[in-house]
């Protein structure tokens, strides 16, 4: 069965540095999501991409985030200068149709130091 | 801005009694969807609803949407030890289509059994 893949699996960073996690959705997918776990709590929406650009985002994705469509397979998340408060699962999910569900990835969890 | 509450927050059981969690959204759903969270692991897709007032069965797991489409739960029955981790509804919201389909994802129920 096709899957999202991410990687790393797990980031360990000091603040203030930049961090690329990557994602690898499934193959004929065409909408894409970045979302973030803070440990104990809910999964948070950051941002949404299809047809090569941001279709929506959270008050969570600021001018520290960018997201990027490289190639036909690889979709990241750049955060530019770490804070703390970034440390996070973070899911990358992608799905097919209008309205099928989404495919999450195993997470890369981000540890800021 | 949008919520999705779910109650209970965590739920004990003895393996063979029955589960149910609540999902409720401060507006109006176009449909919603249930996934499970096992401990240090990632959402795995159960089920979506769409219909207003829609039951699904998975096995022993039966899925609700209210006729306001506004609520949903989630009710297992005889639970087992496979059936540990935190259980998510995720809305997506009316009026959303196409290229956003965010999904606003509830606070979560973390179901503990017992052997």
């Known amino acids: 069965e096709p899957e999202v893949t991410q990687t790393p699996s797990h980031q360990v960073t000091q603040m203030g540095q930049e961090v690329i996690l990557r994602c690898v959705p499934i193959?004929?997918?065409?909408?894409f999501y970045w979302y973030r776990q803070i440990l104990g709590q809910k999964v948070e929406f950051l941002v949404s991409?299809?047809?090569?650009?941001?279709?929506?985002k959270s008050e969570i994705f600021d001018d520290q985030f960018s997201v990027e469509r490289p190639d036909g397979s690889n979709f990241t998340l750049k955060i530019r200068s770490t804070k703390l408060e970034d440390s996070a699962m973070y899911f990358c999910a992608s799905r097919g149709g209008r309205n099928s569900e989404q495919y999450f990835g195993p997470g890369t969890r981000l540890t800021v130091t | 801005g949008q919520q999705v509450m779910q109650i209970p927050q965590y739920q004990h059981v003895q393996e063979g009694e029955d589960f149910t969690t609540y999902c409720n959204s401060s507006t109006t759903l176009s449909n919603i969807q249930w996934y499970k969270q096992r401990p240090g692991g990632h959402p795995v897709f159960l089920i979506q609803l769409v219909k207003s007032g829609e039951v699904k069965k998975q096995k022993r797991l039966t899925f609700q949407f209210g006729e306001a489409k506004k609520n949903s739960s989630l009710h297992i029955t005889a639970t087992q030890t496979t059936d540990v981790g935190t259980y998510f509804c995720?809305?997506?919201?009316?009026?959303?289509?196409?290229?956003?389909?965010?999904?606003?994802f509830g606070t979560g129920t973390l179901l503990a059994v017992q052997p």
């Open positions: 991409f299809y047809n090569n650009e941001i279709s929506e």
């Open positions: 193959s004929n997918h065409l909408y």
């Open positions: 995720a809305g997506q919201m009316r009026g959303y289509g196409g290229a956003t389909n965010k999904l606003i």
